[in-house]
């Protein structure tokens, strides 16, 4: 297979819309898998996703949408989840068409539920994709932005480096600039890891904690990533966490809001 052949974005929300965004920037057509066939009508009439990221206009006669998973598996070549993760399942469970031969991108945080693992080794566990078939990709970016084409950045890790290259230049654009990385383990984890730093920011600030302290659990917070990392995943690895402190620290990060929110509504016990 020639890397990255027809491509097919899984999901309907706003981060799959943003994806779609940077994918047809270069991409003649996509595929795009929609479970709901009322979104996909809606979507072909407005020219705009109805529930996520109104704002991006698409030229709908380049995407073929379909509510059937096995279909959009059947015609493509590379499938980018976008799916919340604790949903994963319910959609895969669908699947009779085997995808152990398709390049997979996952563009999931979190983990899967159950199962307890990230998604790239729940895809090669339950579904035979080759380490070397699978790719993580990875912000930090928010979604609004790319569709403000805002200038964002990316990360694609993948075992086959040179895979992650081939990636990186179809996702590239004037606004998107990317890199390479070998470490998807580390990247899916640390992706988890974030929201969790998100809410505990949000927590302090709700608590009306000031930047100093902020700066220390930030600080703290590196520090564990890197040690759990190194427990669950060991590799030669530099968490500088850049990625920890833009989005857990800023105000848009909706994890950080659910924090802020605990303290004012009795939610939360400081020790």
């Not at 990316?154 to 890199?179: G, H, Q, V, W, Y």
Request: charged share 20%; aromatic share 8%; proline share 4%.
């Amino acid at each position: 297979m020639k890397l990255p052949g027809k491509i097919a974005i899984m999901g309907g929300g706003s981060w799959a819309t943003a994806i779609a965004k940077m994918v047809l920037s270069q991409a003649e057509s996509i595929n795009w898998y929609m479970r709901r066939d009322d979104r996909i009508a809606d979507f072909k009439r407005l020219g705009h996703n109805p529930a996520y990221l109104t704002g991006v206009k698409f030229d709908t006669k380049r995407i073929n949408f379909n509510s059937n998973i096995n279909d959009v598996v059947k015609e493509s070549d590379t499938l980018i989840f976008v799916t919340p993760s604790p949903y994963l399942k319910v959609h895969l469970k669908k699947l009779k068409t085997k995808i152990k031969d398709k390049f997979i991108i996952t563009a999931i945080k979190g983990i899967v539920p159950d199962d307890n693992l990230i998604v790239s080794e729940y895809f090669t566990k339950e579904y035979g994709v080759p380490a070397e078939n699978i790719a993580v990709l990875a912000g930090p970016c928010h979604a609004e932005e790319v569709a403000l084409e805002r200038l964002s950045y990316l990360t694609i890790a993948c075992p086959d480096t040179d895979k992650a290259c081939t990636i990186a230049r179809k996702l590239a654009s004037s606004f998107i600039k990317t890199s390479v990385s070998n470490d998807v383990a580390g990247i899916e984890y640390s992706s988890v890891l974030k929201n969790v730093y998100a809410i505990a920011a949000g927590i302090c600030s709700g608590l009306k904690y000031g930047d100093n302290f902020q700066a220390v659990l930030m600080s703290n917070a590196i520090q564990e990533m890197n040690r759990f990392l190194q427990t669950v995943h060991p590799l030669n690895r530099n968490v500088t966490a850049v990625y920890c402190i833009i989005i857990c620290t800023e105000g848009w990060q909706d994890r950080w809001h659910c924090g802020s929110y605990m303290p004012i509504r009795g939610h939360c016990a400081v020790r």
